[in-house]
């Protein structure tokens, strides 16, 4: 998949996540933590999981939101400490 659809993709990822997280006021890191993460989901899924995620799709989507949240709950996690 592209690399703006990826990037599309994180920041509804990034901005649901940071929803989640219940993180009010600073939302532009979080958007950008969420492109990051819907890449880095997006591509990890892409190398090790079935060949399904090619295009804009629910499995995608799914991708791109796991990576979101696991680099948005890492980041408030080390920023606690």
Known sequence: MSFVAWAVLGVSAGFVGSRLAR???RILPDILL?????MAGG???YT???ASVNGLN???LFAAFVGSLVFLLTYYGFRRF
């Not at 969420?34 to 819907?38: K, L, P, S």
């Open 48 to 50: 090790f999981g079935p």
């Open 23 to 25: 993180r009010n006021g």
């Open 58 to 60: 629910l499995i995608s």
């Open 43 to 45: 591509w990890s899924y």
């Open 34 to 38: 969420g492109v990051v993460g819907a």
